[in-house]
């Protein structure tokens, strides 16, 4: 057998990373769809030999702490998975937003080269201004809108030309900080919402990005790649489906526009940022499954923990 490919993730305790690492492991991580394996293999426990970093254990911004990380392991492949990921905190705080996102970035893929590493990192759908009024594909013209859009924009162009980098959007982890979370608790409170219908994008449930990032991980495309689950919506639509599998009646959300957000949040927004995955299924991947299915798997496994 051939030996375990050695894997650095770095952001690993966050939404995202607590999925890869499950994932990596040959361990679904809750939430997960069973049958999703985008290029017809299960994972095998000892196929990867992983080092998972989480903020605590390597500062990406500190690149004394990186090189020396990278030397000591010799990874075959990292997934830069840190990221300054507050949208709105990034207006009033972008040099660290920029030193996270983009310098950052462009040092850990300078040190996947010094090493013979393949370097992976995940991008966003916020490098685009949301003018084109259709889906985005990899090559369409970008057009950041705000501070964290414009970061990782910069660090998408720091790396290498045979890096991998992973467009995705909306992310939704059952163990992760988002909106579903919020609209289950307040269903349970009895608490009405209100979500904006004017901002189209594509939901992205963490478990089936993980597990794209495997195939990602094995076949070590290079370019960019737009990873999202099927199909567009707005989050009012997210809500509103969510709220019916909560046995929420039809008043349960509220659409608004994004002038009615009461106080305006800081950061500007693509009103229409879906992301296609064409380029992906032409690879001969199976495509995520659709939004719907994402939902319905994130709520049965947070009714389970
Ligand atoms: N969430 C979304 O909706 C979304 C949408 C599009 C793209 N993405 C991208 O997807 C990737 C994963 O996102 P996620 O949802 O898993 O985000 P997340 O839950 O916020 O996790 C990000 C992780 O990065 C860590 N981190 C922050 N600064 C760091 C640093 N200087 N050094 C090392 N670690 C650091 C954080 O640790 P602390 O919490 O301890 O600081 C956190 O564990 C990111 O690249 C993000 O930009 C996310």
Redesign the pocket.
Not at 58 to 62: C, S
Not at 80 to 86: D, E, F, K, R, V
Not at 121 to 126: E, F, R
């Given at each position: 057998m051939s030996r375990a490919q050695r894997v650095v993730v770095?952001?690993?305790?966050?939404?995202?990373?607590?999925d890869l690492i499950d994932t990596l492991a040959g361990v679904r991580p809750p939430g997960a769809s069973a049958t999703f394996e985008p290029d017809g293999r299960l994972v095998d426990s000892r196929e990867f030999e992983v080092l998972a970093?989480?903020?605590?254990e390597?500062?990406?911004?500190?690149d004394e702490s990186v090189r020396r990380s990278f030397t000591n392991v010799r990874p075959d492949v990292v997934v830069?998975?840190?990221?300054?990921?507050?949208v709105d905190r990034a207006e009033s705080d972008e040099s660290n937003c920029f030193?996270?996102?983009a310098s950052?970035t462009g040092f850990l893929s300078q040190a996947c080269q010094s090493v013979g590493a393949h370097f992976i990192?995940?991008?966003?759908?916020?490098v685009f201004d949301g003018e084109k009024g259709a889906g985005y594909v990899e090559d369409d013209a970008t057009g950041p809108l705000n501070v964290?859009g414009r970061t990782?924009l910069a660090g998408e162009e720091l790396c290498a030309p045979d890096d991998t980098i992973?467009?995705?959007?909306?992310?939704?982890?059952v163990r992760?900080?988002?909106v579903l979370h919020v609209i289950a608790s307040r269903a349970a409170q009895n608490e009405r919402v209100r979500f904006v219908n004017d901002q189209r994008g594509t939901a992205?449930f963490?478990a089936d990005?993980a597990r794209a990032i495997v195939t990602m991980i094995r076949d070590r495309p290079g370019g960019r790649w737009h990873v999202a689950n099927v199909g567009d919506a707005t989050w009012y639509d997210i809500a509103r489906y969510t709220g019916d599998l909560l046995e929420q009646g039809p008043d349960f959300v509220t659409a608004i526009s994004t002038n009615e957000l009461d106080p305006a949040p800081p950061a500007a927004r693509p009103a229409r940022s879906d992301l296609l995955i064409d380029k992906w299924c032409g690879a001969g991947w199976e495509p995520l499954p659709g939004w719907h299915d994402g939902v319905e798997r994130l709520l049965a496994a947070r009714a389970e923990l």
């Open positions: 770095t952001g690993a305790n966050g939404q995202v990373g607590l970093l989480s903020h605590h390597l500062d990406i911004t500190d830069n998975l840190a990221a300054y990921t507050a030193a996270v996102n950052a990192t995940i991008s966003t759908d916020y964290y990782k992973v467009r995705t959007s909306w992310v939704m982890g992760g900080r988002n992205t963490a990005l």
